[in-house]
């Protein structure tokens, strides 16, 4: 059973820092890229970003280029998102999605975490 589980939310003050965690179970995270999206009350499930199957070649949003940071351990079927200098408009639950491309688009994730919520005070 494919299965992946975020964890690593919470609330922050504004500038702060958090490392979210996804652990994927019932597939290789090597045979697959790993996504993060982020969804605020009332708005679309937006992405955040993308990183290839190999871990090597990784894309991100306009809006958290130079302050997030997403990676993969395949050994341990685990990915992350270091979120640094984080702002009020980062807060949304943020979910990790596996797929057999390397996409900015939420529909071409199959398989999703059930999210974590990370909160941003000013």
């Known amino acids: 059973q494919v299965q992946l589980v975020e964890s690593g939310g919470g609330l922050v003050q504004a500038g702060g820092s958090l490392r979210l965690s996804c652990v994927a179970s019932g597939f290789s995270f090597g045979s697959v890229a790993m996504a993060w999206f982020r969804q605020a009350p009332g708005k679309e499930r937006d992405f955040v970003a993308v990183?290839?199957?190999?871990?090597?070649?990784?894309r991100y949003a306009d809006s958290v280029k130079d302050r997030f940071t997403i990676s993969k351990d395949n050994a341990n079927n685990t990915g992350y998102l270091q979120m640094n200098n984080l702002k009020p408009d980062d807060t949304a639950v943020y979910y990790c999605?596996?797929?057999?491309?390397?996409?900015?688009?939420?529909?071409?994730?199959?398989?999703w975490g059930q999210g974590t919520q990370v909160t941003v005070s000013s």
């Open positions: 999605a596996a797929g057999r491309i390397v996409s900015t688009t939420a529909t071409r994730y199959g398989d």
């Open positions: 990183i290839s199957f190999s871990g090597r070649s990784t």
